[in-house]
T-cell receptor, first 116, second 114 residues
Framework: ETGVTQTPRHLVMGMTNKKSLKCEQHLGHNAMYWYKQSAKKPLELMFVYNFKEQTENNSVPSRFSPECPNSSHLFLHLHTLQPEDSALYLC???????????????FGPGTRLTVL | AQSVAQPEDQVNVAEGNPLTVKCTYSVSGNPYLFWYVQYPNRGLQFLLKYITGDNLVKGSYGFEAEFNKSQTSFHLKKPSALVSDSALYFCAVSANTGGFKTIFGAGTRLFVKA
């Protein structure tokens, strides 16, 4: 798991707080992803960046704001979240060439977010 | 639109017995199919993928999957299950129409009993 790291591993926040999740990949990849994992539901793709440009925004509410300053780092800024946003947030990276559809994705361990 | 179905929430097998975890998909164009595994408190780990060529794909830890185009299925199999195979398994599909959108199933929990 040293390929993709995520911090913090656990986060508890109130609905009025502002916090950020951080992801870093050490694999030399060009594409990075944010997913939301809720119990017994499919993984939900939130955002994709390839070469620092956003290529997918899967109708995510504006209270989630991604930032990709370079190909190795990805942030998810959180503000005024709702209790239903509590979930495991997973970051992934992939090579990011040839359209990306055949890429193997490498996942971090996730951030367990609880919104009170 | 792409979709993935994993019809079983949970699969129970005895150690040493063969296991199958089912996956069906729907996609426009030719599919790229993946299996990932998730152990407790960990992210997903890649097991295997089908891109093109031989319909039988071999992956990590002795797992394999067979691409069946007519049945739009990509079931995961292993000839002899281990207790350590107990985990959450995800099937995923993307289309060769460009883009980074991979659709994941809801996951199947595999329990292997000693």
């Amino acid at each position: 798991e040293t390929g993709v790291t995520q911090t913090p591993r656990h986060l508890v926040m109130g609905m009025t707080n502002k916090k950020s999740l951080k992801c870093e990949q050490h694999l030399g990849h060009n594409a990075m992803y944010w997913y939301k994992q809720s119990a017994k539901k499919p993984l939900e793709l939130m955002f994709v960046y390839n070469f620092k440009e956003q290529t997918e925004n899967n109708s995510v509410p504006s209270r989630f704001s991604p930032e990709c300053p370079n190909s190795s780092h990805l942030f998810l800024h959180l503000h005024t979240l709702q209790p239903e946003d509590s979930a495991l947030y997973l970051c992934a990276s992939s090579q990011g060439t040839s359209g990306g559809e055949s890429d193997t994705q490498y996942f971090g361990p996730g951030t367990r977010l609880t919104v009170l | 639109a792409q979709s993935v179905a994993q019809p079983e929430d949970q699969v129970n097998v005895a150690e040493g017995n063969p296991l199958t975890v089912k996956c069906t998909y729907s996609v426009s164009g030719n599919p790229y199919l993946f299996w990932y595994v998730q152990y407790p408190n960990r992210g997903l780990q890649f097991l295997l993928k089908y891109i093109t060529g031989d319909n039988l794909v071999k992956g990590s830890y002795g797992f394999e999957a067979e691409f069946n185009k007519s049945q739009t299925s990509f079931h995961l199999k292993k000839p002899s299950a281990l207790v350590s195979d107990s985990a959450l398994y995800f099937c995923a599909v993307s289309a060769n129409t460009g883009g980074f959108k991979t659709i994941f199933g809801a996951g199947t929990r595999l329990f292997v009993k000693a």
